[in-house]
């Protein structure tokens, strides 16, 4: 099969921010090495990948791959995969089916919102932290699929020297720090060394986590978000007792579109 590679840069309409992406759109799914050799290729955060679901014209299967495996529950990549797709068929709500969970987002031009699920911290699973992280003088942790450290403000989180080595010896998919960020914001920062990210520029299913920690523990149900990374992005997040919606856009880099090689 024939097949485009695009790429996007996610939670940003500046095409010289955000977090980059790539995404294809395929007829079925190769192989797990095929698609891992494009991912590497493609030198991006997270390359997506897109199977249409026969008989269902707005429902797509999806996959996510970092340039060294393949990852579960990728937002900005959903997001990615979204934005193909809106080019593609137009305005719509799209869902996104994978073994990790289904998302599902409804995509205007205007913006891109994610419904994403709430996940809570797990008191029967907590472990203590390792005693280099204590150094870090959180005010709070919990665990999700995620380790989240709750740091006392933003120069807290601003300021905090990543161990690489050892946040990629954690049991938990990846480290979390937060902080809220008065009246209506809070921050964070995403390390995630043992995918083959160290530090992600914008998480989208971190807010599974923040989300509702934030919502239970300020008592707002709208935050603004900002991710302190090295390149800007910020998006926004409304949550209900139900559901949880993310807000943000993306953007096109139509001069970096190549074709894939043939797939058998």
């Given at each position: ?24 759109l ?10 891992q ?21 707005n ?24 934005a193909?797709?809106?080019e ?7 869902q ?18 994610m419904?994403?699920?709430?996940w809570?911290?797990?008191p029967?699973?907590?472990?203590e ?10 005010i ?17 989180v601003?300021?905090?020297q ?8 954690l049991?938990q998919?990846?480290l ?20 083959g ?30 991710q ?24 096109n ?6 074709p ?5």
């Amino acid at each position: 099969m024939e097949a485009q590679l695009q790429f996007f840069k996610v939670f940003t309409d500046n095409p010289t921010k955000g977090n980059p992406a790539a995404c294809a759109l395929l007829s079925h799914w190769p192989d797990l090495d095929v698609l891992q050799a494009i991912a590497s290729e493609a030198e991006q955060v997270v390359t997506a990948f897109i199977v249409p679901v026969a008989d269902a014209p707005n429902q797509y299967q999806i996959r996510w791959f970092s340039c060294s495996q393949e990852i579960n529950l990728c937002g900005h990549g959903t997001l990615a995969a979204a934005a193909l797709v809106r080019e593609l068929k137009g305005e719509g709500c799209y869902q996104f089916l994978s073994q990790h969970g289904d998302l599902e987002v409804t995509a205007s031009f205007a913006a891109l919102q994610m419904v994403l699920p709430q996940w809570l911290p797990c008191p029967e699973t907590q472990t203590e932290l390792p005693p280099a992280l204590l150094a870090c003088q959180s005010i709070d942790y919990f665990q999700t699929r995620d380790l989240v450290l709750v740091l006392a403000d933003e120069q807290a989180v601003q300021q905090f020297q990543p161990d690489f080595t050892l946040i990629q010896q954690l049991e938990q998919h990846a480290l979390i720090i937060s902080a809220f960020s008065p009246p209506d914001s809070y921050v964070l920062r995403y390390f995630a060394p043992r995918i083959g990210i160290n530090e992600d520029i914008a998480t989208g299913s971190a807010q599974c986590s923040l989300a509702p920690y934030w919502f239970k523990k300020i008592g707002r149900t709208e935050f603004k978000v900002r991710q302190l990374s090295l390149i800007d992005a910020s998006f926004s997040v409304a949550i209900n007792t139900q559901q949880l919606h993310l807000k943000a856009q993306a953007v096109n880099l139509p001069h970096l579109t190549r074709p894939i090689a043939t797939i058998a």
